[in-house]
């Protein structure tokens, strides 16, 4: 079956780094995204990887290991805005993104 | 500005009634998908559709219907026949559908209790 995981819930200092970890299982694979989530709004985009590496946008970074299923976002220099889920989502070899249950962050001062 | 509009925000609805979110863009997109977010889980494909006048169903489609007369416009029906319609409903539009990247828009979403 197809499958998406990344952890519940994470908690990180504001001005630290965090690394939110997803792990996926689909039938083909065309690329991983990453959304930001704000609770009780629609999701944003944040960032889209296909090949293996890192991909580095500002103070957010997504990194796609294709051979191990795995992905990460990191986010330095954390701000109290970051306060958020953040939703992983693999497309399938049909285009269709299969979504995690998304990781909620907690920014503590 | 372009972008995706859902009304209404908060939806009130006796159970046994139909209700219809509505969903338009002006983003030109080809594509268009109905999505349902409950507590703790991921995002559910309900509906998508690639074209005007042709629609898929997704992995919970049952108790949904869909139309798409128009590229603007993608409204999802709510029928009696969905068991547990108390959810958060997302409207996303993007180009297409395959042949790459596609990074889906969303709507600001229609909360909808059912009691």
């Known amino acids: 079956g197809q499958n998406i995981d990344q952890p519940t819930e994470m908690t990180a200092t504001e001005g630290a780094i965090v690394q939110i970890n997803c792990t996926y299982q689909t039938s083909g694979f065309n690329g991983l995204f990453w959304y930001q989530q704000h609770a009780g709004e629609a999701p944003t985009f944040l960032s889209y990887?296909?090949l293996d590496g890192l991909e580095e946008k500002g103070r957010f970074s997504s990194f796609l290991s294709r051979s191990k299923g795995y992905s990460y976002l990191l986010l330095k220099e954390l701000q109290m805005k970051d306060s958020a889920s953040y939703l992983c989502a693999a497309t399938d070899s049909n285009y269709q993104l299969i979504w995690g249950a998304g990781t909620k962050l907690i920014i503590k001062p | 500005d372009g972008g995706i509009t859902q009304s209404p925000k908060y939806l009130f609805r006796k159970e046994g009634q139909n209700v219809t979110l509505s969903c338009e863009q002006n983003?030109?997109?080809?594509?268009m998908y109905w999505y349902r977010q409950d507590p703790g889980q991921g995002l559910r494909l309900i509906y998508y559709?690639?074209?005007?006048?042709?629609?898929q169903k997704g992995d919970i489609a049952e108790g949904y219907s869909v139309s798409r007369e128009k590229k603007e416009s993608f409204p999802l029906t709510v029928t009696s026949a969905q068991k547990n319609p108390t959810a958060f409903y997302l409207c996303?539009?993007?180009?297409?559908?395959?042949?790459?990247?596609?990074?889906?828009?969303f709507g600001p979403g229609t909360r909808l209790t059912v009691t």
């Open positions: 996303a539009s993007s180009p297409g559908t395959s042949g790459g990247y596609y990074e889906q828009y």
């Open positions: 559709s690639q074209i005007v006048n042709d629609f």
């Open positions: 983003l030109n997109h080809d594509a």
């Open positions: 990887n296909v």
